[in-house]
């Protein structure tokens, strides 16, 4: 006899013995019962949740010789042929092979055409996949459908369906089923089929199916088929370990044994996204019907141990990488290399990448470092080591005094030697032949990454001149002749070791080369803007107006992490509005922030200036300048 699958087997042939979606259920069931069944129904859910099961439960029923209480009897004819897939009264298809305007032309020519049944139900799988021309097609069909016919259109992506269908249908919407519902069903399966399996597996096809009754039921058919799960993949929980650790060889050798076993790279990204997600939610209090106990267990091992920062990142990074693997020709480089620049962040200059290393430097000051740090003292000898116009990254990273007290951390962030391209190599073991979709990838992240670390000197105001204003005097205070021209070369690529507070000084002569460090998306948003005081640590940024001020809110992170970088100190940033800003006629005693001092409101519009737009750098000159005469402004379509 031909092996029947367990999906298959236990696919449910009526509404009662359908597992969960009661209220779906329901109202099927009593409008079968109440003989007002609809002339069409949108059932949407995640795949392997009975959408195609309940639409042919729905056409059994309404075509049954002896249907009882809205069940089909499931002996006559015609229950029999809908479960063997040969009855004339049910017609499929899949929408997102049919898709085309003519394949729905050929299905529709033949709606109002009888049927051997009372009903004639017409199944459209995926239905968000049809083009738009079969859509008007189908549109005009269910405008006035004939008496006989239903359409039940079935959907992963509800909101894809466009709305003049939606709108008709009446909309069911299936879910996932709880993981202790799941287990309960799949103990039954066990039971009902007799399989020889050990109940440890419960958990762990359940936790594979996600929710999905198709899913689980697949998985528990290859426990059976493999005899069973003696190769447990833990590689998410060591993966886990290895994140919480920062230890990149244990990284890649939980990958190494996975893959040994059998396991496919893609599973093992998946898996550890879905143990990066449960952390993330037990961190955040947010408890899901979907975990099982064991996945409690490990999430609340690992909630403690792993910031938010670090599990949103872990999450883009391996998300990320899972959508590369789909083309990547070997899929194990793009694993092996998320989890090498999520275990080695200094292997990662992306600004996500920043911020998780500065809030991990952030705890570990607060865990171990308090009793060593003496913040006064370092404060001290910060100050008298910086005139107060210098520019702090050129003093040496590695300060003597009470700053090296504080290099721990730095053992894992050595310089880099260039752009991101030192990450694709590390895997160890691995020649270095990049994937077409990694170099494009990497391609990516170069041109995203702020310019100052992408490209080596960060520009100095030396190679972009500020902008000429009418009326300003370009050969007063200004900051270019104070910075030295050897600065580019003297930026660190990676976080500076020493940790000085910042000084009102040093940041206003710097505030340019800061600005820059920022997407130049983010930077030309902070023309006229200055930096107006240093209080107990939080740096006061004005703003020449309160519209301004609230437009650049959401940027504030930036400008910290652009400090951070710049000032290997990580500092609040407040911004303020300073009215007296727009009133002052020129730069007056606020000269370290000259040449991004506001410029009188009414000068903006005069800006434009054609030697700016050849000057700009690196080709998009007029956007950059559109976007900076209108501060907030924000670039809806580039072409
Ligand atoms: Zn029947």
Same mark, same amino acid.
């Given at each position: 006899m031909?092996?029947?699958?367990?999906?298959?087997?236990?696919?449910? &042939?009526?509404?009662?013995?359908?597992r969960?979606?009661?209220?779906v259920?329901r109202?099927?069931?009593?409008?079968v019962r109440?003989?007002?069944?609809?002339?069409?129904y949108?059932?949407?859910?995640?795949?392997?949740?009975?959408k195609?099961?309940?639409?042919?439960?729905?056409?059994?029923?309404?075509?049954c010789?002896?249907?009882v209480?809205?069940?089909? *009897?499931? $002996? *006559?004819?015609? *229950?029999?042929?809908?479960?063997?897939?040969t009855?004339?009264? /049910?017609?499929?298809?899949?929408a997102?092979?049919n898709?085309?305007?003519?394949?729905?032309?050929?299905?529709?020519?033949?709606?109002?055409?009888?049927?051997?049944g009372?009903?004639?139900?017409?199944?459209?799988?995926?239905v968000?996949m049809?083009?738009?021309?079969a859509?008007?097609?189908? /549109?005009?069909t269910?405008?006035?459908?004939?008496?006989?016919?239903?359409? +039940?259109?079935a959907?992963?992506?509800?909101?894809?369906?466009?709305?003049t269908?939606?709108?008709r249908?009446?909309?069911?919407?299936?879910?996932?089923?709880?993981?202790?519902?799941m287990a309960?069903?799949?103990?039954?399966?066990?039971?009902?089929?007799s399989l020889?399996?050990?109940?440890?597996?419960?958990?762990h096809v359940?936790?594979?199916?996600g929710?999905?009754?198709?899913d689980? $039921?697949?998985?528990?058919?290859?426990?059976?088929?493999?005899?069973?799960?003696?190769?447990?993949?833990?590689?998410?929980?060591?993966?886990?370990e290895?994140?919480?650790?920062r230890?990149?060889?244990?990284? +890649?050798?939980?990958?190494?044994?996975?893959?040994?076993?059998?396991?496919?790279?893609?599973?093992?990204?998946e898996?550890?996204?879905?143990?990066?997600?449960?952390?993330?939610l037990?961190?955040?209090?947010?408890?899901?019907?979907q975990?099982?106990?064991?996945?409690?267990?490990?999430?609340?091992?690992f909630?403690p !141990?792993?910031?938010?920062?670090?599990?949103t990142?872990a999450?883009?990074?391996? &998300?990320?990488?899972?959508v590369?693997?789909?083309?990547?020709p070997?899929?194990?480089?793009?694993?092996e =290399?998320?989890?090498?620049?999520?275990?080695?962040?200094?292997?990662?200059?992306?600004?996500?990448?920043?911020?998780?290393?500065?809030?991990?430097?952030?705890r570990?000051?607060a865990?171990?470092?308090?009793?060593?740090?003496a913040?006064t003292?370092?404060?001290?000898?910060?100050t008298?080591a910086?005139?107060?116009?210098?520019?702090?990254?050129?003093?040496?990273?590695?300060?003597?005094?009470p700053?090296?007290?504080?290099?721990?951390?730095?053992?894992?962030t050595?310089p880099?030697?260039?752009?991101s391209r030192?990450?694709?190599?590390?895997p160890?073991?691995r020649?270095?032949?990049?994937?077409p979709a990694?170099?494009?990838?990497?391609?990516?992240? !170069?041109?995203?990454?702020?310019?100052?670390?992408?490209?080596?000197?960060?520009?100095?105001p030396?190679?972009?001149?500020?902008?000429?204003?009418?009326g300003s005097?370009p050969?007063?205070?200004?900051?270019?002749?104070?910075?030295?021209t050897?600065?580019?070369?003297?930026?660190?690529?990676?976080?500076?070791?020493? =940790?000085?507070?910042l000084?009102?000084?040093?940041?206003?002569?710097?505030?340019?080369?800061?600005?820059?460090a920022?997407?130049?998306?983010?930077?030309?948003?902070?023309?006229?803007?200055g930096?107006?005081? +240093?209080?107990?640590?939080?740096?006061?940024v004005a703003?020449?107006?309160?519209?301004?001020?609230?437009r650049?809110?959401e940027?504030?992170?930036? =400008?910290?992490?652009a400090?951070?970088?710049?000032?290997?100190?990580?500092?609040?940033?407040?911004?303020?509005?300073?009215?007296?800003?727009?009133?002052?006629?020129?730069?007056g005693?606020?000269?370290g922030?000259?040449?991004?001092?506001?410029?009188?409101?009414?000068e903006a519009d005069?800006?434009i200036?054609?030697?700016e737009?050849?000057d700009?750098?690196?080709?998009?000159?007029?956007?950059?300048?559109?976007?900076s005469?209108?501060? &907030?402004?924000? /670039?809806?379509?580039?072409?």
């Amino acid at each position: 006899m031909e092996y029947q699958s367990l999906y298959r087997r236990y696919r449910p &042939g009526r509404f009662d013995a359908v597992r969960g979606q009661q209220h779906v259920v329901r109202a099927l069931r009593n409008a079968v019962r109440e003989n007002r069944v609809a002339h069409l129904y949108l059932l949407s859910g995640p795949r392997g949740t009975g959408k195609t099961t309940l639409a042919r439960i729905l056409a059994k029923v309404l075509n049954c010789e002896n249907p009882v209480d809205g069940e089909p *009897c499931g $002996l *006559c004819a015609s *229950c029999k042929s809908v479960e063997k897939g040969t009855s004339f009264d /049910l017609h499929e298809l899949d929408a997102a092979s049919n898709n085309r305007v003519d394949d729905m032309r050929d299905l529709l020519s033949k709606v109002a055409l009888g049927t051997p049944g009372r009903t004639k139900v017409y199944l459209l799988d995926e239905v968000h996949m049809l083009s738009s021309g079969a859509e008007n097609a189908l /549109l005009k069909t269910l405008e006035e459908p004939p008496d006989h016919v239903i359409f +039940v259109l079935a959907t992963t992506e509800p909101h894809k369906v466009v709305p003049t269908i939606r709108s008709r249908a009446q909309h069911l919407e299936l879910t996932l089923l709880p993981a202790d519902e799941m287990a309960e069903h799949v103990r039954w399966v066990i039971e009902d089929a007799s399989l020889d399996v050990g109940a440890d597996i419960v958990s762990h096809v359940v936790r594979v199916g996600g929710g999905s009754v198709r899913d689980t $039921l697949s998985a528990l058919d290859q426990v059976v088929a493999a005899g069973g799960i003696s190769h447990h993949d833990t590689s998410s929980s060591e993966l886990l370990e290895a994140l919480a650790e920062r230890d990149a060889g244990r990284a +890649v050798a939980a990958i190494a044994e996975a893959l040994r076993i059998g396991r496919d790279p893609r599973v093992i990204g998946e898996a550890f996204l879905g143990v990066l997600r449960n952390v993330l939610l037990v961190s955040l209090g947010a408890t899901s019907t979907q975990l099982t106990e064991a996945e409690h267990e490990q999430a609340d091992v690992f909630a403690p !141990r792993l910031s938010a920062a670090t599990l949103t990142r872990a999450l883009e990074v391996v &998300g990320t990488a899972l959508v590369d693997m789909r083309q990547a020709p070997d899929p194990r480089v793009d694993l092996e =290399v998320a989890l090498v620049r999520l275990t080695k962040p200094a292997a990662d200059t992306t600004l996500a990448s920043l911020a998780e290393r500065i809030t991990h430097l952030e705890r570990q000051l607060a865990e171990g470092d308090r009793a060593t740090a003496a913040p006064t003292a370092v404060r001290a000898a910060a100050t008298t080591a910086l005139p107060a116009t210098a520019v702090p990254t050129a003093a040496p990273p590695a300060t003597a005094g009470p700053a090296t007290e504080l290099t721990a951390p730095a053992a894992d962030t050595p310089p880099r030697p260039g752009p991101s391209r030192g990450a694709r190599d590390s895997p160890p073991g691995r020649p270095g032949r990049p994937s077409p979709a990694s170099e494009a990838r990497s391609q990516l992240e !170069r041109t995203n990454r702020p310019p100052a670390r992408s490209e080596a000197p960060p520009a100095s105001p030396a190679s972009i001149p500020p902008p000429a204003r009418p009326g300003s005097t370009p050969s007063s205070t200004a900051v270019p002749t104070a910075v030295p021209t050897a600065v580019p070369t003297a930026v660190p690529t990676a976080v500076p070791t020493a =940790v000085r507070p910042l000084e009102l000084e040093a940041i206003r002569g710097d505030w340019d080369a800061v600005l820059e460090a920022m997407p130049r998306k983010v930077r030309v948003r902070f023309s006229g803007v200055g930096v107006r005081e +240093v209080i107990d640590g939080t740096v006061v940024v004005a703003f020449p107006n309160e519209v301004h001020r609230s437009r650049c809110e959401e940027f504030r992170l930036d =400008v910290e992490v652009a400090l951070a970088t710049r000032f290997g100190t990580r500092a609040p940033v407040r911004f303020v509005t300073d009215e007296t800003a727009t009133s002052r006629a020129d730069g007056g005693e606020r000269a370290g922030s000259a040449p991004y001092d506001a410029p009188p409101e009414a000068e903006a519009d005069d800006v434009i200036d054609l030697a700016e737009l050849t000057d700009a750098p690196r080709g998009g000159g007029i956007i950059e300048q559109l976007t900076s005469a209108f501060p &907030g402004a924000e /670039l809806v379509d580039g072409d």
